[in-house]
Structures are given as structure tokens and as C-alpha cells.
């Protein structure tokens, strides 16, 4: 399986997945970096595929597997674990042979021992340890070598929609992936549970690695999970990762700073609206700042903040890119303004999860 990506041209391709683990999602995650358009079968499936799922990544079936998933598909993927396992397997065998699809490539998702390293005997009740790796916006080339190091040693893999899921392919049989995605204003594990998880495997005697998208301590709630860790008495680190914040823009062109046209940029949550009571940001002197302003978690409120920042003084043709799914196959760049965005609303097209740059460098977006 490791070698799939090398085997196969699959940009454009069919892949059929049965099953949703949450140990598929390395496998997912390389599918669809590889353009391939994956649909996965399974009545239940890890949140994170869920989340992928409704981000039109890919395409899920609720359901069991039926022979007629296979009808123009260049590759199949049978997922282990299920109870009747066996039993599917035989029938996709038997369907693949019939539907006289010989170039059908049946794979299994690999259980086999890792090449990265044996897998460690956990001593249990032994010293454990949590360390916290920011991967990166999703890319798997841009996670740190320190935190791919981390990956690589942990035996629990504790990990978020938005982490560089490519890089949880080739795990050793004994590692253990725990899917604790929260997508928003849907499934979710609240984040008490996610601190007991971390804490219960350490305690365990397992090294554990959190893994999270871009920097663990901006809007990652990395910092409550350190500090839960810590009144257990686990061993925690922090590996950092990085940000989307400026990642994301710099994937699409976008410098957020630039000699001669601003001095700085401010990181700033969309979550809670200017006008939510909830909000604690002073958009007016951030409207007056002159900084370039990156927003995260933003795209319902943008209309609302882009009304802010023209009252607050910002000129109503400060240009607006809205960079989405950055770093993955799917990444796609919107240009607006704030007179625009003010006025007319949210744009066609945008959808979350995206980055949000306010400023004259986002005249620099390429889309
Ligand atoms: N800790 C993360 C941010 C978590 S908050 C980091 O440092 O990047 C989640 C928000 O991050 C999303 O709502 C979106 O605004 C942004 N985000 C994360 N990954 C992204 C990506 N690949 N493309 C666009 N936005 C992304």
C-alpha cells in the first residue's frame, strides 16, 4: 500500500473504500492528494471522513457495500476490522473477477509491520508521554522534521480533521489512531474527553501524539491539553507546527507582511462576530491599525467584520483573499474587498475551512 501513489496514476481515477476507520485516514489523506476521487462505503465512519465528506473531498455511502460500488473504478480498497470482513472480501473478490474488471486493483489497507520502526513494547503502566505536534496546514511536506519524528514513535495517534492526514499511512499494526475531530456546529468529541484520552493512553505506559493542524497554540486549544497533561503529572511537549494563518496565504501568493507596503499582521478568531457579545477583539483599532489582518474561523462573520473595518476607517477597496483548503488538492483562492464583501455579502464559493487576508498584500493572491 505504501507504494500506491508510486504504482498507480490516480489523479482523476476512481477509488472505491469500504470501511471508515479511523486508520484509513492516511490512506485518504494520499488518495486525495494524489487528485483521485474517492468514494467510501461504510454505514459508519471516523468524524474526520465525515468532515471530508461534507467538504465534498470525497464522496461517502451510509451504507453497506453493494456489487455495483465497483462499476468504474480503477482501484479497491477493502479497510480490515469489520466483522464480516471476510465475508466482503470474498464477494469483492468474486464481483471484481466477474465484472470482468481486470484492471481493478484490489488493495488491502496494510496491517503488516511498519518499515518506519518495530513496534515498541509498551510498558504498561510505565512512564508514558503526550507530546502535542502542530503538523501544519495539511500538506504532508509541510509538517516539521521534529514533528514527523513524533509520528513516527508514537503508539496512539490522537488526531484532528484538519492535521496532515497523509503522513498516518504505513503505521506499524500496533499504533493505534484515535479520530477526535470536531467539525463545527456538527460531530464533535468535546474537549474534556479529548484530555482524558491523551491522559488515560500516557498513563497507559504509550507515547502519544497529538496531532493538529498547522501551530497546536493558535486557536488549537493546545494549551488546555498541556495544562490537563501537566496536573496529571504526564510528561508533555510541545513540537511547533506551521500556522494556516500564514501558511495559507503564502500558498496562494499572499505575503503578510512586505517592505514598503505594511509592518505587520494580527491573527485574529472570526468565530465570535464584531457585534457578538462573545467578542472580545477591538476590531475598531484593529480597523485602524494598519496591519494586515489574517482571519481564522471567519467565514460567516467576514460581511459583519468587513462592516466593522469600514466604519472603523479601513478604505473600501482594501483588497480581500479568502484562500480555502489551502495546502491539499482542493485549494482555492477568492478575491473580494471589504466595500464588497460589506455590501454584497459572503461571495459565492467560499466555504470554510478557509483563511481570510485583509490588506492591500492580498492584491498580491494568485488564484
Ligand atoms: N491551529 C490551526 C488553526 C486551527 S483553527 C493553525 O495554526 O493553522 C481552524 C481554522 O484554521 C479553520 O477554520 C481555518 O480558518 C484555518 N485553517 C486550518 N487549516 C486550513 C487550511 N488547510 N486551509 C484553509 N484554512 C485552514
Redesign the pocket.
Known amino acids: 500500500m505504501s507504494d500506491l501513489g508510486a504504482q498507480l496514476q490516480l489523479g482523476g481515477r476512481q477509488v472505491l473504500v469500504v470501511g471508515g476507520p479511523a486508520r484509513a485516514l492516511g490512506l485518504l489523506g494520499r488518495l486525495l492528494d494524489r487528485g483521485a476521487r474517492v468514494t467510501v462505503v461504510a454505514p459508519q465512519v471516523a468524524t474526520s471522513i465525515q468532515d471530508l465528506a461534507e467538504r465534498h473531498a470525497l464522496t461517502w455511502h451510509a451504507r453497506a457495500y453493494t456489487a455495483t460500488d465497483l462499476d468504474g473504478i480503477a482501484l479497491l480498497v477493502v479497510c480490515p476490522g469489520s466483522d464480516d470482513e471476510p465475508e466482503l472480501r470474498d464477494s469483492l473478490q468474486r464481483a471484481a473477477a466477474d465484472a470482468n474488471t481486470a484492471d481493478i486493483l484490489i488493495a488491502e489497507l496494510e496491517t503488516r509491520p511498519g518499515t518506519l520502526r518495530e513496534p515498541a513494547a509498551a510498558t504498561a503502566g510505565g512512564p508514558g508521554s503526550v507530546a502535542l505536534v502542530?503538523g501544519?496546514?495539511?500538506d504532508p511536506g509541510l509538517i516539521t522534521v521534529a514533528g514527523l519524528a513524533a509520528v513516527h514513535g508514537a503508539d496512539v495517534l490522537v488526531v484532528d480533521r484538519?492535521a496532515p492526514l497523509e503522513v498516518l499511512r504505513d503505521l506499524p499494526p500496533h499504533v493505534e489512531v484515535i479520530d477526535v475531530a470536531k467539525i463545527?456546529r456538527g460531530r464533535f468529541t468535546p474537549q474534556e474527553r479529548i484530555n482524558e484520552v491523551l491522559i488515560e493512553h500516557a498513563r497507559a505506559g504509550k507515547r502519544v501524539v497529538r496531532l493538529?493542524?498547522?501551530?497546536?497554540?493558535?486557536?488549537?486549544r493546545?494549551m488546555e491539553e498541556v495544562i490537563a497533561c501537566r496536573e496529571a503529572d504526564i510528561p508533555v511537549e510541545v513540537v511547533p507546527?506551521?500556522?494556516?494563518?500564514v501558511?495559507?496565504p503564502e500558498l496562494a501568493g499572499i505575503p503578510v507582511t512586505h517592505r514598503g507596503v505594511v509592518q505587520g499582521f494580527a491573527v485574529v478568531?472570526?468565530h465570535a462576530a464584531p457585534d457578538d457579545p462573545r467578542s472580545t477583539v477591538d476590531w475598531a483599532a484593529l480597523a485602524a491599525s494598519g496591519v494586515t489582518i489574517v482571519?481564522?474561523?471567519?467565514?460567516e462573520t467576514l460581511p459583519r467584520i468587513a462592516a466593522t473595518l469600514l466604519a472603523g476607517g479601513r478604505a473600501a477597496q482594501t483588497p480581500v483573499a479568502c484562500?480555502?483548503?489551502?495546502?491539499?488538492a482542493r485549494?482555492r483562492v477568492v478575491s473580494t474587498t471589504v466595500g464588497a464583501l460589506a455590501r454584497e455579502g459572503t461571495p459565492d464559493g467560499i466555504a470554510?475551512?478557509?483563511?481570510?487576508v485583509i490588506g492591500d498584500v492580498a492584491a498580491f493572491a494568485v488564484p
Open positions: 502542530g501544519g496546514p495539511g484538519l463545527p493538529k493542524g498547522g501551530d497546536s497554540f493558535v486557536f488549537g493546545g507546527g506551521v500556522t494556516s494563518a501558511a495559507a478568531s472570526g482571519i481564522l474561523m471567519g467565514v484562500v480555502m483548503e489551502a495546502a491539499s485549494q470554510p475551512p478557509a483563511v481570510t
